[in-house]
């Protein structure tokens, strides 16, 4: 199989743009909670690249764990400190330094990925949701235990910190 | 493709960092974090898709950061709630009781 | 596959479109149906002035509420408040998208529809927190928190109850599914899956005996109070549709879909999601509602283990089994 | 029999060990169990002690019977140096093993009932036990490293026991003065170890021996070594000039002095030295250091008895005076006389004490002047304590008399002089016990308690053994200021100490037969120990044990013409007055004990103490001190330079956090 088609490639830009718009507008607006609903988009804007990269698990994983998942947390989490629901977030902070730096790490990784020399392009399975899985129980096992045991850890992690000491 | 997948991902990195260097509120910089997050995702997904088809390494190490994702907006949204009880503020800048 | 992403994409579209409409007209339907379903368990008559015994009576109410004034409270967040109902409302269409109406009729076989289902959804609790967030009122706030709080914590165990259907098919596919069960619908193997799933999805969908978030008595409407005219409305087609999607997609998953004999399928299928809906309604008008502790501690203590055991219990006999 | 060897002391370890987890566990977590366990502690290291008489008792039977049980196991091995672990049993331990382990069970009785009521009961019997355990396992080595362990961790119980009521001053500094003066002998001792496995290349016993008894054994070595391990003797029995010690370790618990300052520890020396006799033989000089500081000793401490006015003080010269007739006849070439003489000592000075304790249990007081006509109200005391001050005194037939006898004679072939001196510290023992005796339990009761209440609490009561006895002291001091009879609440002491009274009395006036030709000498046999050429006691003149006895009947009738007559007058505490008038100044040196105390202060003390200071305030304050000090300075300079950097904002380590990140990428990338 060659590089995908040019339509692809389009949709594929497209949505690499709204991504790109919904994590600026995240990043720089004053409301808390528009940063949030914006997330939301760019997150859902990524679920399409992936759907344009051939990874369906993983769009539907995105939609599940993300917008359905992290960022009702954040909302949650929002709304249970009331500080930053209803006041505007302070501006932006230092914008030049964080912007030089930022900057200076975006085109680095950049130049990086691009000048480096990538191996042949391989074939797609046919029912890639079916590697997908055999991959997890198989050859990759180890990952997959792994991030079984972290989900665990932080689940107990995150009651122990937030519930209310005892009197 | 490639490169297209590359540029957006640096993009997204950089916008993520701007937003933690910048942001002073503590969900704020969840956000950001989460887009570089991404970013990363991306990438792996990108080069999975465009290098490794059949192997899905690139897609197992995606899931894998989906969950770390997760387990950090848990945690750390824990974290938020809590500093939120005891400073009454979830600006981290009022968090410097370790001044040197 | 190279050829028709596009073309999905355009489809996609058209069939949004379509579907919308259908959900509609569907809602109007099953709204008239859930009046005459109570009037009957409750010894009324329901409806009986706007068309013969009263069938064009819902269609007299959606008129009325388009044609409304839309109203929005002096201090609420304008994005928020319009953006909630179109974020509960389009989830509940779309995932209508995977589920298969009959061999043409599925608007995408996606290879992991089965997770697509229970994923969409998810995205509705974004609109009910906005929306009762918005709203700037705290009756509208706790319900939009009980709302999601709910979702949440019963999407848990449906779908670990749904991957038990996913394991004995093997794929993650609507289409594949109703394919296996071409000669045993699962509901003859899967019984206490099918009973877990009905439950969760009544309390996922917010229906009785589960209606806490927007229980009257306490919260007056929930996360909608402050709503009314068309975006009212949007709430409630999302409530049908995803009362109806639960329903269809329970038809699919444990009833066999659209097999049977003689019948097209669609009819088939139908019939089924219509005893689905049938048996909803009945509950909605019979059981008494839970109190908000109650239900969580329902979700949490009761349905998370009772569908884990299921799922190691299913795994342990498809083992035994040996296929 | 290696169990016989190993339960001896591991018996008393482990009630000791237990006692000291449950007393832990209890006080912590349950009031009334630790009082359970405070009233059960007794008898728990009775049944210690008993089962280490027991297997004590076996073990002399075992050895009478020709057995020598042994047992030996490397305890650790460094470089090429194998350390063992090892007991055995032969006569000599047999016989120590069975006077200690009689002794202290003996006094564990007595004990409780003695320490009733006390607080720390638990602790007491813990170190009790602790001490028992010890001085076993220092009795059944068998090589000189274990024996070394054993000595020290003797005197570290014998350290805690003293302190025993450490919150009084005196006691915790009489503790320190015991530790600190043995020490010095204890040096010697570790020296001679040293030295010992330097030469010999082997801590056991037998092969020392063997080494010593090599023809190439002689020069420094061979003089260097017994001295040494006299040295430690010294200390640990109480010699001079190490015997300082001593009259402080009085101190503790009568039951303790008893056990360990009369019967047993102080003992260990005689028995060191009767080990180690044939590193002694090989070196004819170090005997006569052994008999010339044992004489001397004698005669010293026995003057000193005379003139304390204290009852334990009395009994404890005596007794460094009778463990100084014990190191004359080993350093006599007599070392079974030696061990006779411990033997029969054991006995009676244990029961001299355990009276002595009777009385000041029942009493509260303990200043002889202050004392007076208990003998109607303490029968079994007085005259249990009659039986052991004959027996001091050396009065046939007591055992006093018989072990006495037998160090005298081994004197008087080769040690004419000392012979003399030690009949005259017979002549004084004698008189010093009677006085004491006299004095005690006859004459007037003391008039007053209300005059002397309030001193008496202050410096007498010090030494109060315990709060039930502060208690009855009390009680005695309220009534004694209604009624003009002092001692009107004072009775004999319950069974739990009365028993060990009798016993010991009894043996006090038999235990020196099995030494006697009368019985064929079974004790010297089982011993085993005389030189080759030695017959010394029958080579004594006939006239000897006349003259000794004569001396000690002279001596007691000397205190009862002193003490003793005008009992119903003036009760003969006169007599020390005049006496002190007689001898002026003197007098007053001799009842400080020659000013010893007071010698190592100026000479000793003070010196090492201003040395201190010097170290302390010169060396450490200023130099090493000032030396860290400035490193800290520095540091904390350092410090306040870097803190600067920590600014407590997260986002600031973030930003610094990016730039990191940068210079990675940028070295990755090849662009620096």
């Known amino acids: 199989m060659s590089e995908p088609q040019n339509v692809e490639q389009l949709l594929f830009i497209a949505f690499g743009i709204v991504a790109a718009g919904g994590a600026l507008y995240a990043v720089v607006t004053r409301s808390l909670l528009r940063s949030i609903i914006a997330l939301g988009a760019f997150l859902t804007a990524v679920a399409g690249e992936f759907y344009l990269l051939a990874a369906d698990f993983l769009a539907v994983v995105q939609i599940f764990v993300y917008v359905g998942g992290i960022v009702v947390l954040m909302l949650f989490a929002l709304m249970l400190s009331a500080s930053g629901v209803r006041h505007p977030l302070a501006a932006i902070d230092r914008p030049a330094l964080g912007a030089a730096l930022a900057y200076s790490l975006g085109a680095g990784v950049l130049w990086g990925s691009l000048t480096t020399e990538l191996p042949a392009v391989g074939e797609l399975p046919a029912d890639a949701v079916d590697a997908l899985g055999r991959a997890l129980l198989g050859s990759q096992l180890w990952s997959f235990e792994l991030i079984g045991v972290i989900l665990l850890a932080s689940v107990i992690t995150a009651l122990v910190i937030v519930r209310k000491e005892r009197r | 493709m490639t490169t297209a997948a590359v540029t957006l991902s640096s993009v997204l990195f950089a916008i993520g960092v701007f937003g933690v260097l910048t942001r002073r509120n503590a969900i704020s910089l969840l956000v950001s974090v989460e887009i570089m997050m991404n970013a990363a995702i991306i990438n792996l997904a990108a080069f999975s898709r465009l290098y490794e088809p059949e192997a899905m390494t690139g897609q197992v190490f995606a899931l894998v950061g989906i969950g770390i994702a997760a387990c950090e907006a848990a945690v750390g949204l824990a974290l938020v709630l809590a500093v939120y009880r005891r400073f009454g503020s979830t600006d981290v800048d009022s968090i410097d009781l370790l001044k040197g | ?323 | 029999m290696t169990a016989v060897l190993v339960g001896m002391f591991a018996a008393p370890l482990l009630v000791c060990i237990a006692l000291l987890v449950g007393g832990a566990l209890t006080s912590r977590l349950d009031e009334t169990a630790s009082l359970r366990l405070r009233a059960l502690a007794g008898w728990i290291s009775v049944a210690g002690t008993f089962t280490a008489f027991v297997l004590a008792l076996v073990g002399l039977f075992a050895v009478q019977a020709g057995e020598e049980p042994a047992l030996r196991a490397v305890w650790f091995e460094v470089g090429g140096l194998e350390v063992p672990f090892s007991l055995r049993l032969d006569g000599l331990q047999a016989v120590m093993a069975l006077v200690v382990s009689a002794v202290a069970l003996l006094v564990h009785l007595y004990s409780i009932g003695y320490m009733h009521g006390d607080r720390d009961a638990t602790v007491y019997f813990a170190e009790l036990s602790l001490f028992t355990s010890a001085m076993l396992l220092l009795v059944l080595a068998s090589n000189f490293f274990l024996l070394y362990v054993a000595w020290e961790l003797v005197g570290a119980s014998s350290y805690l026991l003293i302190s025993y009521y450490f919150q009084r001053p005196e006691a915790a500094a009489a503790g320190k003065k015991a530790f600190l003066t043995t020490r010095v002998g204890d040096l010697g001792l570790l020296v001679a170890v040293f030295a010992i496995v330097s030469q010999a290349g082997s801590f056991d016993y037998d092969a020392v021996f063997a080494w010593a008894a090599e023809p190439g054994f002689a020069g420094a070595w061979a003089v260097a070594v017994p001295l040494l391990v006299f040295a430690g003797a010294v200390g640990k029995s109480a010699q001079f000039p190490l015997h300082v010690w001593l009259p402080d370790a009085m101190e503790g618990p009568t039951p303790v002095s008893a056990l360990i300052h009369a019967a047993t520890m102080v003992a260990a020396g005689v028995y060191l030295v009767a080990r180690a006799y044939p590193l002694f033989e090989a070196a004819p000089i170090s005997l006569d250091v052994v008999a010339y500081v044992g004489a001397f000793t004698a005669l010293m401490a026995a003057s000193i008895a005379v003139a304390q006015s204290d009852i334990k003080k009395v009994l404890a010269y005596s007794t460094i005076s009778q463990l100084g007739f014990m190191m004359a006849a080993l350093g006599a070439g007599a070392p079974s006389a030696g061990i006779f003489h411990l033997f029969s000592h054991a006995w009676f000075k244990a029961l001299l004490f355990l009276g002595a304790g009777s009385v000041i249990h029942a009493t509260g007081r303990q200043t002889v002047a202050r004392l007076g006509g208990l003998a109607k109200r303490m029968p079994v005391t007085a005259w249990t304590f009659a039986a052991g001050g004959l027996a001091l005194a050396g009065i046939p037939p007591f055992a006093g008399f018989w072990s006495k006898e037998e160090v005298l004679a081994g004197l008087a072939v080769h040690h004419p002089v000392l012979l003399g001196l030690l009949l005259l510290a017979g002549f004084l023992t004698a008189f010093y016990i009677a006085r004491l005796f006299f004095l005690v339990f006859f004459g007037p009761e003391p008039v007053d308690a209300g005059e002397y209440t309030a001193e008496g609490t202050a410096d007498e009561h010090a030494a109060a053994p315990g709060g039930a006895v502060a208690e009855a002291g009390h009680g005695h001091d309220a009534a004694g200021s209604g009624s003009r009879g002092a001692w009107s609440g004072v009775k004999e002491s319950g069974w739990v100490m009365s028993l060990p009274l009798v016993v010991l009395g009894v043996a006090s006036l038999i235990a020196g037969f099995v030494g006697t030709e009368y019985f064929g000498r079974p004790l010297q046999d089982l011993l085993n120990l005389e030189p080759a050429g030695a017959a010394a006691a029958h080579e004594a003149p006939v006239w000897l044990p006349w003259v000794a006895t004569l001396a000690g009947l002279a001596g007691v009738g000397g205190g009862w013409l002193a003490y003793g007559r005008r009992a119903g007058r003036s009760g003969g505490r006169g007599f020390d007055a005049r006496l002190e008038g007689a001898l002026g100044g003197a007098y007053g040196v001799v009842a400080r004990g020659y000013l010893v105390d007071e010698f190592y202060s100026r000479v000793v003390i003070r010196p090492f103490a201003a040395a201190g200071r010097f170290a302390w305030r010169g060396v450490d304050g200023r130099v090493i001190d000032g030396f860290v000090d400035g490193l800290a300075r520095v540091v904390i300079a350092a410090g306040g330079l870097v803190r600067r950097l920590q600014s407590g904002e997260v986002r600031d380590y973030l930003a610094a956090m990016a730039v990191g990140v940068i210079l990675v990428v940028a070295l990755a990338l090849g662009v620096l």
């Open chain 3, 1 to 323: 596959m190279e050829v028709s992403l596009p073309l999905t994409f355009a489809a996609g579209l058209l069939w949004g479109a379509v579907a919308f409409t259908i959900v509609g007209a569907l809602t109007a339907g099953l709204v008239l149906a859930e009046r005459k379903v109570s009037a009957r368990i409750q010894g009324r008559v329901g409806p009986m002035h706007t068309g013969p015994h009263g069938a064009l009576q819902t269609i007299a109410d959606m008129i009325k509420l388009v044609m409304k004034e839309d109203v929005r409270p002096a201090r609420a967040d304008a994005t928020a408040f319009r953006l909630g109902p179109l974020l509960v409302a389009v989830p509940a269409v779309l995932s209508l998208a995977v589920i298969p109406f009959g061999a043409p009729l599925v608007m995408r076989d996606l290879n992991v529809g089965v997770l697509y289902f229970l994923a969409i959804p998810g995205v509705t609790v974004i609109g009910l927190l906005l929306a009762g967030w918005a709203s700037y009122d705290n009756y509208s706030f706790l319900g939009g928190l009980r709302s999601s709080a709910q979702f949440i914590s019963y999407e848990i165990p449906r779908s670990l109850t749904v991957v038990t259907v996913v394991m004995l098919a093997g794929s993650l596919s609507t289409v594949d599914v109703l394919e296996a069960q071409r000669s045993v619908p699962y509901v003859v193997l899967l019984p206490f899956s099918f009973f877990l799933y009905c439950v969760t999805s009544l309390a996922e969908i917010n229906r009785l005996p589960f209606d806490m978030p927007e229980a009257e008595s306490e919260l007056v409407a929930g996360y909608h109070t402050e709503y009314s005219g068309f975006r009212w409305a949007l709430f409630f087609l999302a409530e049908y549709a995803g009362f109806f999607a639960a329903a269809a997609f329970g038809a699919v998953l444990f009833l066999g879909g659209g097999s049977g004999p003689l019948l097209p399928p669609v009819v088939w299928l139908a019939v089924k999601t219509a005893v689905l809906l049938f048996i909803g309604m009945w509950i909605r008008f019979t059981l008494p509602r839970f109190r908000a502790d109650q239900l969580m501690r329902l979700a949490w203590k009761v349905f998370l283990p009772a569908s884990l055991v299921n799922l190691v219990l299913a795994a342990l006999i498809m083992r035994a089994v040996g296929s």
